[in-house]
């Protein structure tokens, strides 16, 4: 059975590069079908095969949003049986023939699309326009959802959205998450402190985390980068820390060592980061919405949070702080609880999904 694979961007490595990278595994013949590769900051799996993407420069991301729905109803998948997408908008689009089967891991329909908090663009600054357009993308998007065989999707929460917006079932099969990386030691001790870890965007609501921990005066490390980065610098105090991009080993000696992780974002798709951190033993506070009422497990491997304003949170992390100086989480169970997402469990759920669906239509 000839494979290809399907994904948005290679331009970051992140939870959807992670995905992609553990599905490419199972298809080692399986070429890559992408809008934009950076070659620099991609595995070296994903690097060891066939990328094929647009030739020439890019434009930019506000304009580039126009593009993406010509780019992947282009592409030529004739010559495949299998044809696997993943990412949350573009990629589900492409055409197929009848004698094909397509399926697509959907991420979270577009955030930017159906009101979801999210990383805004240009043209969001002129409300009339951005209303036309985004009316135009959400039914190029609805149709475009139609096109796959099947879908699959990465939590209850984010099934729900399939079928609201897009009237069809998808099955949940949870994302790979690498629960069994060891970290290499510090060649400096670590403080354990508070941290928190993602993209810095206006949608994360690290202002909110920064201004709760400067009016505490309580030690907090950020891990990441982002377009938000310089305004959420100037708002700190020094008891904030900013590491800045941080390689996998970094991170995660950082979570080995933190006193817990604080997740301010609403409405979260899934969540990596809450499983990563639990495989070390460390609890969550996150807020009580979308994903995070399936990665964190309240008053076991974690607290929710839900008053969004900073003097809420303020008081959030102080019962956070006290619970934990109690000892009223249970590091094993803390990472029993991070292994039911494991890498080589979503593996095993993938493949046996595919094969049986690839039974049914092909009569393997």
């Known amino acids: 059975m ?9 331009e970051q490595y992140g939870g959807a590069q992670k995905t992609l990278e553990a ?4 298809y080692p013949d399986a070429p890559i079908f992408t809008a934009k590769y950076c070659k620099k900051k991609q595995s070296d799996l994903i690097n060891s095969r066939k990328i094929i993407a647009p030739k020439g420069g890019l434009m930019s991301k506000s304009f580039f949003l126009f ?7 282009g592409f030529d998948f004739s010559q495949y049986d299998l044809i696997i997408s993943d990412g ?5 689009g492409i055409l197929t023939k009848p004698d094909q089967l ?27 326009i951005y209303s036309y357009i985004t009316n135009l993308l959400r039914m190029w998007d609805f149709v475009a959802a139609q096109r796959p065989d ?23 099969i949870y994302p790979p998450v690498d629960v069994d990386f060891v970290p290499t030691e510090p060649k400096k001790p670590i403080n354990p402190t508070f941290i928190a870890v993602g993209r810095l965007a206006r949608y994360k609501n690290f202002d909110l985390l920064i201004e709760a921990f400067n009016k505490l005066e309580m030690p907090l490390t950020i891990i990441g980068t982002g377009n938000d980065e310089n305004r959420l610098k100037k708002l700190a105090k020094k008891n904030i820390k900013f590491l800045g991009h941080a390689s996998e ?3 995660h000696q950082y979570m080995k060592n933190c006193l817990g992780l604080i997740n301010t974002v609403d409405d979260e798709d899934f969540g990596i980061v809450p499983i990563e951190v639990a495989s070390h033993g460390k609890p969550v506070l996150a807020h009580g919405s979308g994903g995070h009422l399936e990665s964190v497990v309240e008053g076991i491997t974690g607290m929710y949070f839900y008053d969004r304003s900073v003097e809420g949170l303020m008081g959030a992390i102080q019962n956070f702080e006290k619970a ?41």
């Open 2 to 10: 000839r494979v290809a694979l399907a994904t948005e961007f290679l």
């Open 23 to 26: 599905i490419a595994e199972l």
């Open 67 to 73: 593009r993406m729905a010509p780019i992947f109803e």
């Open 88 to 92: 949350t908008t573009w990629n589900k």
């Open 102 to 128: 397509h399926i697509s891991y959907i991420h979270t329909p577009p955030r930017f699309l159906y009101g979801y908090s999210q990383e805004g663009v240009k043209w969001q600054k002129f409300p009339l």
């Open 150 to 172: 099947f879908l699959v999707t990465n939590s209850q929460e984010t099934r729900k959205r399939i079928r609201k917006f897009y009237r069809r079932d998808a099955t949940v």
């Open 249 to 251: 080993d970094t991170k």
């Open 324 to 364: 934990i100086h109690e000892n009223k989480f249970d590091s094993e169970i803390i990472k029993q609880h991070a292994g039911k997402f494991s890498k080589s469990r979503f593996q095993n759920e993938f493949r046996q999904f595919v094969q049986d669906r690839a039974a049914e239509k092909f009569g393997l």
